[in-house]
Every structure is written in C-alpha cells, then in structure tokens.
C-alpha cells in the first residue's frame, strides 16, 4: 500500500484501500520500544484491540500485566484517561467479540465523543475475558451457592488513585446465555470482589439488572469496581 502526503499534483495513482483508517500517526524519528509500548496501549485501549504484551501508560507503567493474567488477557478493552497521550475513553468495548458488552462512565452513549462522563487522569478500569464459551454451566461448584453461572467470565483491573471511584454503566447482549426457558428477572450480574474467581458467596456481590430491552440486551447502571481496593475483581453473568 502506498499513502503519499502534501502532493496533491502527484500523477501517481496508487490502488484504492477497501478498509478504512481510524488514526494514522506519524513521527520524525525512530521510536523506541517502550515508546512503541505507550503508543500501541494507547490505540489499543481506543479501538478495543487485544494486544499480545503488556499495556502501558504514558509513564510507561504497566496497566494489564499480560504475564501475571494470561488466563483473562482475551478480548480486552477498557476505559480510562491519561492526558500525557491525549486518551479520554470513555466507554469501551472489544472489536473481536459479539456479545456487545460495553461499560461506560457514568451512562453509554452512542459515541465516546458524546458522553459527558468524567475521570481523573491516569485512572484506568481495563477487562478481559478467559476465551470461554458465553453457556451458562449446568453443573456449577457447590461452593458458588444457588447459582449457574456463565463458562465465560472476566476480569477487571483497577489503576490510578480513584479508579475505585468511578461510577459504570455496564451493557450486555443477554440473547446469546439467557434460555428461553428461565424468566428475565433470574438474570444477573455476578461480582467476585476478591479476583480470584471462585465466587465464594461470601465474597460476591449479586446485582440484577436495571432493565433488559425488548432485543435482549440488560443494562447495569451505578456499577463501581475495586471497592476493596485490591487491583481487581472477576465478574460474570448467571441465574
């Protein structure tokens, strides 16, 4: 693919692209790795693009540890600002998956240039899923209490001094994991404070949903992460 900037009389003609360009970024030097790091968070962190390393901020503090979460470093996506690299992602999703789940601050709108909602700079909330298949697990542990939960579960990291504090709204397409055979009203959101994904009652938060729309998608609102303030919590979806 050839791109030619600032000659508008070129006669060259190169062949069209069938794709589209979200950002195209372009520096006078080489760049570093670590700088590479910072710029591919950065773009990954906007886009919902899973990257195979670890995300950094702009100071080049590791914000996902793909090493230490290999289980859960799927799909990943998240929200967070970070002026240092002019990034305000204020809603995020991952671009490689079709359940459509989205969190938001505060509410979710149709773009995140629309939605008003505000954050402290370097605080971040990002999630990613362990691969598993969106079915809810017929057979679940004993341990877990009265509850089916979905195969498919996540995790959410927690950076920055008041990540703990942002209030979510968090949206999902239920049509992929609800039966027919099960009332709306038995679907919920599942919260393992403690992030080691056992979902011991004892540990759990239990939070229904504050509507599911005629096409099956559920809205949490009011959701805040980390409120033990341990770096994360594992979530999942169940009856």
């Excluded at 030097?29 to 899973?50: D, F, M, P, V």
């Excluded at 601050?105 to 899923?129: E, M, T």
């Amino acid at each position: 693919i050839a791109i030619h900037f600032g000659d508008p009389g070129s006669t060259h003609q190169a062949d069209p692209s069938p794709g589209l360009i979200a950002e195209f970024i372009v520096y006078e030097t080489i760049l570093k790795e670590e700088q590479i790091a910072r710029i591919e968070s950065y773009l990954a962190l906007k886009y919902g693009i899973t990257l195979k390393k670890n995300y950094v901020n702009s100071m080049g503090e590791i914000i996902w540890n793909r090493k230490k979460e290999p289980l859960y470093s799927n799909n990943i996506a998240g929200i967070g600002r970070d002026d240092r690299s002019a990034l305000y992602q204020k809603q995020g999703t991952s671009s490689s998956t079709s359940d459509q789940l989205i969190i938001g601050i505060d509410k979710i709108f149709h773009s995140n240039a629309q939605n008003p909602g505000q954050v402290n700079d370097r605080d971040y909330l990002i999630w990613g899923d362990n691969g598993q298949a969106f079915t809810l697990n017929r057979d679940p542990d004993p341990a877990a209490g009265d509850i089916l939960l979905s195969e498919k579960k996540w995790l959410m990291k927690s950076s920055g001094r008041t990540a703990n504090k942002i209030s979510t709204t968090l949206e999902i397409d239920t049509k992929t994991i609800l039966p027919v055979q099960f009332p709306k009203e038995y679907f919920c959101l599942a919260i393992d404070r403690s992030g080691s994904g056992d979902f011991v009652p004892g540990h759990c938060t239990y939070i229904i949903p504050d509507s599911i729309s005629p096409d099956g998608i559920a809205r949490f609102s009011r959701l805040l992460w980390d409120t033990d303030g341990s770096g994360k919590d594992v979530f999942s979806f169940g009856l």
